[in-house]
């Protein structure tokens, strides 16, 4: 049974899916974080944005502002990379109900400047349920070091009888935190 993948790219852009034995996806969300509107990507993909995405917490448009990239990279599509939120001092959780099982977990991330914000002090944790997924993570550099314009990142995590998945991400230590 696979499969929860969670497009996050620095930031949030969110797919998941459970293969079930007819092969039929029961969660399926694609979330383009920094949007208020519906878009697709080239490869026909529907995106939602997260203004009212029902999993958000009720108080988001507090704790985060929406930008666009400063920049495009040939080898990054515009959707769902090019708009991220941008939290500062704050942690955000998303709750994702999911059937208890394993789920597969993918981050997208592109680090570019949104609102004017340097790149190099955005560092962040990001915690699924009871696991620390990534610590004082800083995808500016992460990328800086390999010669990549983006990374991702992939993870297997246990959805246990709690039946919800609660993705949270936190600046590291009081910083700023994009996400697409």
């Known amino acids: 049974m696979l499969t ?5 790219s620095s930031f949030l852009h ?3 899916t459970t293969i079930t034995a007819n092969n039929a996806p029961p969660d399926y969300y694609l979330l383009n974080c920094g949007t208020d509107y519906n878009t697709t990507s080239m490869d026909g993909r529907s995106w939602e944005g997260n203004t009212g995405f ?6 988001t448009e507090s704790v985060f502002i929406s930008s666009k990239a400063s920049d495009q990279t040939n080898s990054v599509p515009e959707v769902p ?11 955000f959780t998303y709750s994702f109900p999911l059937a208890p099982g394993p789920k ?3 981050l997208y991330f592109y680090p570019a400047t949104y ?3 340097e790149k190099s002090t955005s560092f962040f944790n990001v915690t699924a349920n009871d696991y620390t997924l990534l610590e004082n993570f800083n995808p500016f550099f992460t990328v800086s070091s390999l010669k990549q314009d983006s990374i991702i990142k992939e ?4 959805v246990s009888d709690r039946r919800s998945l609660n993705l949270t991400f936190s600046p590291s230590p009081a910083e700023l935190i994009c996400l697409h």
């Open 4 to 8: 929860l993948i969670l497009f996050l």
């Open 14 to 16: 969110l797919l998941t």
């Open 54 to 59: 029902k999993f958000a917490p009720a108080n």
């Open 81 to 91: 990379y090019m708009t991220a939120l941008i939290f500062q001092n704050s942690t």
């Open 104 to 106: 597969f977990l993918r």
């Open 115 to 117: 609102s004017a914000l």
């Open 155 to 158: 993870f297997v995590l246990q």
